[in-house]
């Protein structure tokens, strides 16, 4: 191997966590700053934790309990047609008293 084209190996690199954790490995690197770590990944915690920059979850969820919303209130082609019909019917009533009133 060549001596010159090889990185340094250091056996005492430093990582440390955005949550306080630090681990001692080797690695070609002096230091190295991670987000998540066996100590707070959501997998190995079971807990849920989100790294959410851009507020994607938040709007994902406000749809997604819009759509809940939405769902419970459509109605199918027969209710619909009912629905229609007793409103025709109502107005209906309301207008043959008014016209039996003038004649």
Not at 68 to 75: F, P, R
Not at 90 to 97: F, R, V, Y
């Amino acid at each position: 191997m060549k001596a010159t084209i090889h990185p340094n190996y250091t056996a005492d690199a430093k990582i440390s966590c955005a949550c306080g954790a630090t681990y001692t490995v080797g690695s070609t690197l002096a230091s190295i700053s991670i987000e998540l770590c066996s100590a707070c990944h959501p997998f190995y915690t079971g807990k849920q934790k989100l790294l959410d920059t851009a507020r994607r979850v938040e709007k994902f969820n406000e749809k997604s309990a819009a759509m809940a919303a939405k769902a419970g209130t459509v109605l199918g082609k027969k209710a619909k047609a009912e629905k229609r019909a007793s409103q025709k019917a109502a107005k209906k009533a309301q207008i043959i008293p008014t016209e039996l009133n003038e004649a």
